[in-house]
Every structure is written in C-alpha cells, then in structure tokens.
C-alpha cells in the first residue's frame, strides 16, 4: 500500500513540529508539506526538529493561511506531485487574551476556509485539532458526546469552527480534542508554570497558586499527539470527534509536586478563601501577578547571558479562574492507540525544559 502525502497546517508550531518529526522518523508519509506563517530560522526549532524538516521528503512553506492566495499555494502539489490526501490542521492562534475580532479571522475564519480547500483540492482525511476547553468547566471528566460550554475565548471560536465545518459539503472531517499538551516546543501549556518555578527560585521564596491543590488541570504529551493524530487519520470514520488525555488525572498539586525537586523549591497555594477575594478583582490580580513575575525573569536571563527569549511567565487572566479542565481521553484507544506516556513524570518536564536550554532561551537548572 503507498503511503500518503501529507499537509500539516501550522506545520512549525508546537504540535506541528513534533508531528512533522513523527511523521519522518516512523516513516509514514511520501511527501510532507509543512505550511505556517513563521519562517523556520525564526521558530527556535530543537535540533530533532530541525533535522526533521531537513529530511529529503519534507518540504517547508511560508504561507499566509488567512489569504485566500496563500490557502492556494497550500494546497497545490508541486510540479510531479500528486494530491494531499491527508490534512492535519493545526493553524490557528494560539495566545489567550486575544480580541475577538482576532479569533474570528485567526480561528474561525483560518478553520472554514482551509477546509473548504481541501474539499476542492480532494484531500481524503481533514482532522481539525481543536481543544478540549470547549467543554464545559467540571471536576468529571468530560467524555465527547458531553455538555459543550467553553470557557475561553479561543475555544468558544473552536467551537464555533467545529460546528461550522460540520456543515461544508464534502468535508471528510475528524475532529480532535487535546487536553493542555506539554512537551518538547511548548509556549503556553506547562511552560508558564515552569517558568514561574524558576522565578521563585530566583526570588528564593515559596511558590503559591490561587484556589486549591486539587483543581484539576489535564494533560497530554505532544508525542502522544502526533502518534494519537496519525491512527485517527488511518482508522476513524468520518465525522467522529476524538479527545486526547492522559491518565495522570493531572492537578496543580501534581504539577507542583514535581517542580519543587527540579527548582528546588517550596510550593503552596493560597486556598478558597483568599483565591475568592482575588477573583472579585481578578483583573487587577492578573496584572500583580504578572508584574511579580515578568521583571525577575528578565533579570534572570540577563544574569545568564539570555538577551532574548520568546519564553514568558505571562498568565492570561482565562487560566486563572477556579475552572477545573477535566477530560476523558480513553475513547481514541478503541483505535489501537496507546498512551506511551501515560502520566507527567519529572523526567519528562526536565526534557521540555532541556528543549530550550539547549537554544540558550531558558537557564540551565
């Protein structure tokens, strides 16, 4: 059977490079095309990463994927090629606290119109990634047929892109649901709090978040991912909608408990009580935390010889709300899927955090 070629939409991000990666090393595609707006002398690319890209059958483009043009440009093999049967998209904006008016073109807009290409251009397999937060907030595990209620911005025009890819005719849509995904090339999963971890160390003070040990915030490893997106695009059917989790049941306690020993520091949280008091002027709060840690990390890397760093401590003021973001991820393993990285280890934490240590964008630990 003759392998796919494959176009990865957002092919430089967090989860593109890593797919772009999985997709080389395991040797599963005939041609790879990986399309983003971010060159890749730009993107901070780890050294697997770029080797990745480096391959004889991967090509790279620079393309702008809200323009109807540079859709085009896509999407159209080059000369001698054939089709793209396989569409990962994974293009979209991913910062919180956006406008609206960002996300609607970013989002939205980016999602319908990508997908009406790969209608017209004949892709066989169009899998939206979309997230997990367009679920409603609970302490249960939200299952794919469950209460849809999304509790950010990016995710309420996520679900809006899922309802309305839906209704294109001829779309050969797979959608899928990621819980927050940690991993080598991560910006704004883990990486905040881990960057916040080295600040206190920095600070030499004890490291407390709002609300309570308990609030549930779930994960999933970027490798799990791309491996979970590539048994979707060979065995789901058609209009099916996959959530990926992992069984860690992760909490902030959890994530505490294993930053302590790889910062060395003390951890806490400031409870119900105060975490209440703080949400009646939460705006105000973000910006206080914020300030608090912003200032120290810039000091930090300056001490080591770190003049620029696209790696920040910034905390939208979303994510900072008591809003458990529970999922149940087990449903994708009828599939023949399974979770090589079942739960958050400190081995894993510390390979993100190598990931740019290695590009000198954070301190050694």
């Keep these: 059977m003759s392998k796919p070629n494959v176009l990865v939409l957002g092919g430089v991000g967090f989860i593109g490079r890593n797919l772009v990666q999985y997709l080389v090393e395991n040797n599963l595609a005939n041609q790879i095309r990986a399309v983003d707006k971010v060159l890749t ?39 001698g090629q054939e089709k793209f049967d396989i569409v990962f998209n994974l293009a979209a904006e991913t910062k919180y606290g956006q406008t ?28 939206e990634v979309s997230t997990a937060q367009v679920y409603a907030e609970g302490k249960k595990p939200s299952k794919e047929g469950d209460k849809l209620e999304p509790w950010t911005n990016l995710a309420k025009y996520k679900l809006q892109a899922e309802e309305q890819l839906k209704q294109i005719n001829g779309l050969p849509l797979v959608i899928v649901r990621p819980a927050t995904v940690y991993g080598p090339g991560d910006f704004s999963g883990l990486s ?107 000091e930090l890397c300056k001490s080591v010889n770190i003049v620029n760093t696209p790696l920040t401590p910034y905390i939208d003021q979303e994510l900072l709300y008591n809003n458990n973001f529970a999922v149940e ?37």
Excluded at 101 to 127: H, N, P, R, T
């Design 41 to 79: 002398s730009t993107a901070n690319l780890g050294a697997g990463h770029a080797e990745a890209f480096n391959a004889p059958n991967v090509e790279v483009m620079q393309s702008n994927l809200t323009s109807v043009a540079g859709i085009k440009r896509a999407y159209t093999p080059a000369e």
């Design 192 to 298: 905040p709090r881990i960057i916040i971890a080295a600040v206190y160390k920095h600070l030499n003070e004890k490291m407390k978040f709002l609300w309570s040990g308990d609030l549930r915030y779930h994960t999933v490893h970027v490798k799990d991912v791309c491996a979970a997106l590539w048994v979707i695009s060979q065995k789901a059917q058609l209009n099916t909608t996959w959530n990926l989790c992992d069984k860690n049941d992760t909490t902030q306690e959890k994530i505490n408990k294993l930053l302590e020993p790889i910062f060395g520091i003390k951890t806490g949280f400031f409870g119900t009580m105060i975490s209440q008091a703080a949400k009646l002027r939460l705006k105000q709060v973000t910006e206080e935390i914020n300030d608090k840690h912003l200032k120290p990390w810039s």
């Design 329 to 365: 991820g087990s449903a994708v393993e009828s599939l023949g899927f399974d979770y090589k990285n079942p739960k958050i280890t400190e081995e894993l934490l510390r390979e993100q955090i190598d990931y740019y240590v290695n590009q000198r964008l954070f301190p050694t630990v």
């Design 100 to 127: 609206e008016e960002v996300y609607q073109e970013k989002v939205l807009g980016l999602s319908v119109k990508v997908a009406e290409a790969a209608v017209e251009f004949g892709a066989s397999k169009f899998i």
